[in-house]
């Protein structure tokens, strides 16, 4: 027979942690800095469309952006908690 000595657990906790730390990683950012940008944004651009010219146009395309940036920083996360699922699953 053979004697397991804990270093496949030992992996698996370490893959657990590290899918637990990127999914609180990208929450992070997404709420502080791409929510936050987006809400920037949308705040400047009613502000400064009667100012400087283009300026609604370029920052709505900036809006956009950021807007796919989150939705791709979802999915991933989505993603990674679909794997820590079946990383806790497997252990069950």
Same mark, same amino acid.
């Given at each position: 027979?053979? =004697?397991?000595?804990? =270093? ?21 950012? %997404?709420? &502080?800095?791409?929510? &936050? ?18 300026? &609604?146009? =370029?920052?709505? /395309? ?18 990674? /908690? %679909? /794997?820590? /699922? ?7």
């Amino acid at each position: 027979m053979k =004697k397991k000595n804990g =270093k496949g657990d030992e992996f698996k906790l370490a893959k657990k942690e590290a899918l637990e730390h990127e999914i609180d990683q990208l929450n992070f950012y %997404s709420q &502080s800095y791409i929510r &936050s940008a987006m809400q920037t944004v949308s705040y400047a651009v009613p502000q400064l469309v009667n100012y400087v010219r283009g300026s &609604s146009s =370029k920052l709505c /395309q900036a809006l956009h952006l950021l807007e796919q940036v989150a939705v791709a920083t979802e999915n991933l996360v989505a993603k990674l /908690q %679909s /794997q820590l /699922q079946s990383t806790k699953e497997k252990k069950g």
